[in-house]
């Protein structure tokens, strides 16, 4: 079981409140990737964004991408929202039971 919160700055060098649609998509795209269980969709995660949008978890994330690459995995998506513009989430990805 690998269980982890992080958090990335979502709005990025927009004022407070203001959408950053950059910002949006890779809050899209890591939201989507924890909760498939998608180890390639997080590999993927541009890692010269990570100064722009002030990201912190990537490097974890590519990790658990490596780990997990070489099995099939069931995801739950405890969590993910960005209270004053910050995106948290938490996950859970349990290793699949195979079929004999």
Do not use: I
């Amino acid at each position: 079981m690998s269980q982890f919160a992080t958090k990335l700055r979502a709005h990025a060098e927009a004022e407070f409140g203001a959408a950053n649609p950059v910002a949006d998509r890779y809050d899209s795209q890591v939201t989507a990737a924890l909760a498939a269980a998608d180890p390639g969709a997080l590999a993927a995660l541009d890692p010269g964004r990570d100064q722009e949008l002030f990201v912190a978890g990537r490097a974890a994330w590519q990790v658990l991408a490596g780990a997990a690459s070489a099995g099939a995995f069931t995801a739950d998506l405890r969590y993910a929202a960005a209270p004053f513009e910050v995106s948290y989430y938490v996950a859970t990805w349990m290793l699949a039971h195979r079929a004999h």
